[in-house]
């Protein structure tokens, strides 16, 4: 089964993840570090993930490449 894979970018992210809290997804950064969580937050100026092991990782949006997740569920 194929998965519907959604990339969205730094300028958008605001915009497209506003009513998606508590989706899945995975957080690309800059530096080439990807960190997989479930959204908790998302502002103008940044994202928080909690990750598996329930802790939280706040993400300035000036520091993401992009943000991945599966829209088909």
Known sequence: MSKRMMRIKPV???????TLNGIVLNAVLQNGKTYYGTLVEVTNDFIVLEDTRYH???????????????YGN
């Open 12 to 18: 958008m992210i605001f915009e497209k993840l506003k």
């Open 56 to 70: 939280s990782h706040k993400f300035p949006i000036t520091t993401i490449y992009e943000v991945v997740y599966d």
